[in-house]
């Protein structure tokens, strides 16, 4: 679990860009992105402030791993990709920030997650493969996410996921969070097994078939 945020130091907003956004559908918007100083994990997170984000009474809020196999290439073996897309757009449309975090691989890094696929390729699911590598099943920690929040001058926010560790260690971490919001159920022929897998170790809110 993450420390507590009193503990950690202070961030504060190193710069805000405004940049404009395409996704390879077409769909295009603006964004803001902020970026920080003193990030607990040192990273180079970021946070794009979508839509009225600045006058939004709640704003909606996605914590999104980074995922290079999905976001970039659009690989099917996960649902980041869509996820990414879907958010990017509710958030736009609602008010509030996509905060893109540096945990690949569920925070294991980007060649352990491929090594990770090959032992999924072997009948592990993705928990057990990350088992069988000496790595947590989930590695990730939202400190980070809950400074830039706080640096952000937000402590009550609606979240955006399925998966409710990251509810549950913002709460931990001093964010209020006032409603959580399921994402999409971005199902194809090579992701069911993954997504499962998301539903029977974690606990994730997916509505899968049969």
Known sequence: MSADTHLLPTAQVRTKVRVPLRFPDGWATTADVFTFTDLADGKEHLALGLGEYATARVPLVRPHSECLTGDVFGSERCDCGPQLREAVERIAEAGGYLLYLRQE??????????????????????????????????????????????????????????????????????????????????????????????????????????
């Open 105 to 210: 691989g569920r925070g294991i890094g980007l060649y352990a997650k491929l090594d990770a696929y090959a032992l999924q390729d072997r009948g592990l699911d993705t928990f057990e493969a990350n088992r069988a590598l000496g790595r947590g099943e989930d590695e990730r920690d939202y400190a980070a996410a809950a400074q830039m929040l706080t640096a952000l001058g937000v402590d009550r926010i609606r979240l955006l996921s399925n998966n409710p560790d990251k509810a549950r260690q913002l709460v931990a971490l001093g964010t209020t969070v006032v409603e959580r919001v399921p994402t999409g159920v971005h199902v194809s022929p090579s992701n069911v097994h993954y997504l499962r897998a998301k539903v029977e170790h974690t606990g994730h809110t997916l509505a899968l078939p049969a």
